[in-house]
């Protein structure tokens, strides 16, 4: 009996794939799988909201102060000269006295900047970007060279 109903169920199985397939090539041309018209339903609407949030592009920024060693940071701005007006702004908050200046921007990514400290003053700093913080990280203190140590790093929301 057990035979029977695995029969008949494997029966109906290949008849409820042979039918999904046959609506899926006939919806594949209908009028509704067309290009939308003016007029567009809302559902479309979010489709092309969603897009639009996949391309987003997102800045940061990092500025530093050699004079007396504080940076400022900014992630998530929506230009590149919001970033780096943001970042500063950051450092100027943070630090005494003048000369904070961006030291680099990056965009949908990781940026950090290194520096080699000698007698309590930055003597070097480099600042390098990549898709990772480590990869920045590891490209910032390659660029300083001997001694150099990680000062600061920003990364940005990233979308793909």
């Known amino acids: 009996m057990s035979n029977h109903k695995s029969g008949v ?3 109906l199985g290949a008849l409820g794939v042979a039918l999904l397939l046959t609506l899926g090539v006939f919806s594949a041309f209908s009028p509704a799988s067309a290009a939308p018209a ?3 339903t809302s559902s479309t609407a979010d489709d092309v909201a969603g897009k639009v949030a996949a391309r987003r592009v997102n800045f940061g920024a990092i500025a530093l102060n050699v004079n007396d060693g504080w ?16 970042a500063v702004k950051h450092c100027k908050s ?3 006295t003048a000369g904070c200046r961006t030291v680099l921007w990056v965009r949908n990514g990781c940026g950090a900047v290194a520096v080699r ?6 003597v070097k700093y480099r600042g390098a970007i990549a898709f990772t ?3 920045a990280v590891r490209k910032a ?16 929301t990233r979308y793909r």
């Open 9 to 11: 169920l494997n029966g």
């Open 38 to 40: 003016a007029g567009a």
């Open 71 to 86: 940076s400022g940071w900014a992630y998530d701005k929506a230009t590149k000269a919001r970033a780096k007006k943001a």
């Open 94 to 96: 943070r630090s005494d």
């Open 117 to 122: 400290v000698k007698g309590g003053q930055i």
């Open 133 to 135: 913080k480590k990869a």
């Open 141 to 156: 203190k390659a660029k300083v060279g001997k001694g150099a140590k990680l000062h600061t790093y920003v990364c940005t």
